[in-house]
């Protein structure tokens, strides 16, 4: 759980190491998500050509003191626009929005403020993933049973779910999303074992389709 203090330390690092988004857009504080703080910059988005990233702090403080909570209302609002604008979206966030098939983490987003970003995703068929990594282990769902995916690619190197049992076993690794000239949203994982009795690097497994990018 972000702390009273945190905000502010973030905010300064931030500043300090010149990784300052490049248009600090987020909610500041109050607003009709009713934060304790301001945001703006731990909660941004921005568009490159034809895709609109939207990254969401998931433990944004509520003056409630609600535990994984984020601006859902200012997520709804982006999304909003950038579907206006005919651009494929991405948010991103740490926590996972609703729980993964093969594997539950013990703390996704904050049911109320989750459940208004699953709508927001929903209403719009241009949001094509929500990417996050809460839950050590790699799992590919349907938000929907339509639209968007929920990337949960959080075995990377942390000590992996033991209720994780995947078929083929365990495996540590990262994905790639590629957009094609074609327009074609390609998701291509690698793995390697967790446990080998040497350690190799990842490999490309299946690519899976996402879709295709807006327009």
Not at 33 to 62: E, G, I, K
Not at 105 to 130: F, H, R, T, W
Request: glycine share 8%.
């Amino acid at each position: 759980m972000e702390s009273l203090h945190t905000t502010e330390v973030w905010n300064d690092w931030i500043k300090t190491n010149h990784l300052m988004p490049t248009k600090p857009n987020g909610p500041k504080a109050g607003g009709p998500d009713d934060l304790t703080d301001d945001q703006s910059t731990l909660n941004f988005s921005f568009a490159s050509d034809a895709v609109h990233f939207v990254c969401l702090n998931t433990d944004t403080r509520v003056k409630d003191g609600r535990i994984g909570y984020i601006p859902a209302n200012w997520a709804k609002a982006d999304i909003d626009r950038a579907h206006k604008a005919g651009k494929t979206v991405f948010v991103l966030g740490h926590r996972n929005v609703v729980d993964g098939i093969t594997a539950k983490g013990d703390a996704p987003i904050e049911p109320k403020s989750g459940g208004e970003l699953v709508k927001a995703m929903q209403s719009s068929p241009n949001v094509m993933a929500y990417l996050c990594a809460h839950v050590h282990a790699w799992d590919v769902s349907k938000v929907n049973v339509n639209w968007p995916w929920q990337i949960i690619d959080g075995n990377v190197g942390s000590k992996l779910e033991k209720a994780w049992k995947p078929e083929g076993g365990t495996t540590y690794g990262f994905a790639v999303i590629e957009i094609h000239k074609s327009g074609t949203v390609m998701l291509v994982p690698y793995f390697r074992k967790e446990v080998s009795d040497t350690v190799e690097p990842a490999k490309p497994a299946t690519p899976i389709v996402l879709g295709k990018v807006a327009g």
